[in-house]
């Protein structure tokens, strides 16, 4: 990656509060264009993480391609840890906010992380000595509206000549650093044009490509952005999997596949969201539809459209294995089921709103006796989630695999539940390591040659596709 901004003088000093899936990629990105970037976080064992520059560290906490060695690449040139917000502050014209903003019960967001961060800026920001502007960024998902409390807590500290602007995220997780270095578009919302220009000289990469939209609008406008760009990607997925896979499972000769290639084939009609799944997870769709259902609602509109996609999305994660009930006539009590896939989708080890959560529920919630799990990357983050036998002693039904082949050995069901690449070539595996009559239920459509299975006297059940029977007795 060359860097872009070779003259001292066009490379901004730019601080990015908060290290976590948004912050620490971003940093990086930042400082191979070559600004001066700091970046801060309360958390003393991140940052030690960070500085030591070594993958395996840095990816207990953020695992993303490229993400590692982009950190190794910048650290102690144009990229520095620290925990001391205060004293990276200085000279800095650019802050970044960061900062998580979970989800409250009733799908409020909960901003007492950010106002914390927030105040503390606000607080070293009032004391600074030179009266030059410096513009505080929202870069994470804020309710419609933060950018307006973040004035409020800048001006209530006192602070002079302190801009507000948000500059949404849009990052997709594992390929957090591709996305950041060519991403589809950059949303500037701010006040006043020279809060526009210093974030101007944050991205003079994308000014003027012809293929990178840039576009500069109000804060409310630009934090709307985000809420309805994420809304309408899942909305995306739930009709595909509310009406497409649907039609496909119900009604005889439909097949998937010809469906999406057809539709799809329309140019006004994007390929994204058509491959059918047990549900889209991850830390934002629902977060993100939840949160906007609960600004709308606020306002007294109607959100039944909304609520609607995300009821679709959530039933969805356990839909297949009511399917196994109701089509195969599996009963799941007393069995062993291999749950293949526990991240909320490849490439990652994060397991937030992941499909397979919902459906260790299901599962132990219909007596199965034991559930073998594997996952290319995230057994750590499934121990930590399930191993404490206090929150919910049927957990110790849970065991834990180093392979496929391993979780699959005396399976009476076996659930692909992410799409990692090693699951689409399992069907010899399945016969090698699973005994028929065992049901393979298929939450991503990994398994192209399932006739090598159903021949074989196994079961087949696919999302977006009937059930096939074993066609020779096992
Ligand atoms: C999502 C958005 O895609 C990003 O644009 C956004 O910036 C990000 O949320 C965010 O708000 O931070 P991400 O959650 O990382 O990104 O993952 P996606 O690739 O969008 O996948 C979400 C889920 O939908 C996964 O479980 C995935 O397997 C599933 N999915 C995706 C489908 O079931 N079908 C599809 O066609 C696409």
Redesign the pocket.
Known sequence: MGRILNERTSALKIVVVGTGFVGLPHAAVLAEQGHEVWACDIDPARITAYQSGDAAQIERYVNEPGLAASVAESLGRHLFFSTDLAAAAPGAEVFFMCINTPPNRDGSTDLSYYRSAAETLAGILAGRADGRRVVVVNKS?VPIGTARLLEQILEGAGCRGVGVASNP??????NAIDGSRRPDRVVVGADREPDFELLRRVYPQFQHHVRIRYLETTPETAESIKYV??TL?LTY?SFWNGVGARISEALPNVRMEDLKLGVTADSRIST??????NG??????GK?IQSLIYQLNMTGQSTDLLQAVFNINEYQKTYLIDRAVHEAGFGFNQTTVALLGLA??KRTNDMRDSAALKAVESLLGRGVRAIRAYDPLAMDEARQRWFNPDQNHLFERISYHDSAEEAMEGADAIFIST?WEEFRGLAPLIRAYAKPPCLVIDGRRMIADYPELTAAGYGYLPVGGPYLPPTQPA
């Open positions: 998902t995220e849009f990052l997709a997780q594992g760009g994420n990607l997925i994204w969201g058509s491959y059918v799944s889209a997870g991850g830390s934002c769709f993100d909320f989708k799409d």
